[in-house]
DNA sequence: GTCTATATTTAGATAGAC
DNA sequence: GTCTATCTAAATATAGAC
């Protein structure tokens, strides 16, 4: 294997586990047994690193996405019918959640760096994201349309934004499902997750479109004071949390 | 104003815009017009630090939580009418989402660290998560139940983390939500944020909970074959997703 | 409580040999 | 391409004066 790919590698790892802060240069190296300069020779900077370490995996899940998503149209297309929303989500989630777990690819660790990305506002973070997801972001919303016709563009963005936010808290390796469940959840299922997530999110969408439809979705702001604050009850014992 | 004092705000500020690893102690100290070796007098390491600065916010911001949560339990209690998931899930959204666009506050601050601290599987977020944020989860958790009572716990678990991911990703400040509509979103529009995204979340619990009911919803690994990966298809002209 | 001064380690980056 | 050696800046941390 070339040094390249090693190095690349290494990046990877140690960026899914620790962050792009939490890495250093000299790190990557050592896990790639080489020496910095040779990262430095490669990648110039820690930035244009991580963006390689992203683009690498990243062209990867988009076509594999696409595919699924193309998939879609096509099929709602022979059959004449309208176009699926599960099935949208489903092309959408499935390869990110799927590959999420599989450690002998490195898949985890992709999971990992996009969950970072995905509400990380620095620089480095945004960078990755506009330059390989805003491009697959757009064409899903864009196919999402087409199954929730009453929903005006900026509505289905938000919806989209928070549909890749349940998304990565799937996919990322906290144990926090498997500590809140007292063991219930297995956080590596990821078939349950998907036969989990894809309704979850299909109820989501396919309720606000229906809102949207009965117009019943305030525009705008509204309802700015339509949700007033409920006064402070004392009808029950107040409840503990634990101030440590 | 108290020396520990600002050198939590500015720990707060700077963790929540570069993250834990992105801060020194010394940006710390400066932020404050302090030492470094005050910043390590008072709370000795930066994890100390760290879990310090979380711990201020998120006691208000629970106790707003139990109070709504509270609210809605007594209401229903004295309506006779059971539990509505629409108000539970406001009272769990609300604090938040509210409180993260309010920079007089430093409520934008802390929404930025806990999106942050979700997702993150390193020690000083997990620790946080378990001392913080978890006792409130299960809480929150054991009303949506009473809301929800054809989910067992493993799903129910499930979807409060999904919830959790929307919530993050739609209070966290990386502007691309107005990326993607093309300016039509106002990522600081909380009122609109809510009145979307409880809904969203109402109708994804509901279509869980009502596919359980149905004895749809596959327990355990049963499905590992159930959707396989279609076929690659030519049918139309490869869309194009830029590689750089 | 708050500071200066300092110790020790580590950061990202460069120069130049091979 | 890959290395050693080195630079400069920055990191966390401590000791001790006030």
Redesign the interface.
């Known amino acids: 294997m070339d040094m390249r790919t090693k190095i690349l590698d290494s990046a990877e790892a140690q960026f899914a586990?620790?962050?792009?802060?939490?890495v250093s240069m000299r790190q990557v190296a050592d896990g790639a047994s080489a020496s910095i300069s040779l990262v430095q020779y490669h990648f110039k900077t820690k930035e244009a690193l991580f963006g390689a370490v992203m683009?690498r995996r990243i062209?990867t899940i988009?076509?594999d996405r696409?595919?699924?998503l193309?998939?879609v149209?096509?099929d709602s297309a022979r059959s004449g019918s309208s176009l699926r929303l599960e099935d949208v989500l489903?092309a959408f989630l499935?390869p990110t959640v799927l590959l999420s777990r599989d450690r002998t690819s490195g898949g985890n660790y992709y999971a990992?760096l996009i969950?970072?990305v995905?509400?990380?506002?620095?620089p480095h973070?945004?960078a990755v994201?506009?330059?390989y997801t805003?491009?697959?972001?757009?064409?899903t919303?864009r196919v999402l349309q087409l199954a929730l016709p009453d929903l005006?563009?900026?509505?289905l963005?938000?919806?989209?934004?928070?549909?890749?936010?349940?998304?990565?808290?799937?996919i990322?390796?906290?144990?926090?499902?498997r500590?809140?469940?007292?063991d219930?959840?297995d956080p590596d299922?990821v078939?349950?997750?998907?036969?989990?997530?894809v309704?979850?999110?299909?109820?989501?969408?396919?309720?606000?479109n229906?809102?949207a439809r009965a117009g019943k979705?305030?525009?705008?702001?509204a309802?700015?004071a339509?949700?007033p604050l409920?006064?402070?009850?004392r009808?029950?014992a107040?409840?503990k949390?634990?101030?440590?």
Chains 1, 2 share one sequence.
């Open positions: 586990q620790r962050g792009y802060h939490g683009e062209t988009n076509h696409l595919r699924r193309d998939a149209e096509v489903h499935a990992q969950s970072q995905t509400n990380d506002p620095q973070a945004r994201s506009k330059a805003d491009p697959i972001a757009r064409q919303i005006d563009r900026a509505t963005t938000w919806c989209y934004i928070f549909a890749v936010g349940s998304m990565v808290s799937a990322s390796p906290t144990g926090r499902v500590v809140l469940s007292n219930d959840c299922d078939n349950t997750i998907l036969a989990i997530l309704p979850f999110l299909c109820g989501a969408f396919e309720r606000v229906d809102l979705l305030p525009k705008g702001k309802l700015a339509a949700m409920p006064p402070a009850p009808a029950k107040r409840r949390v634990p101030a440590t």
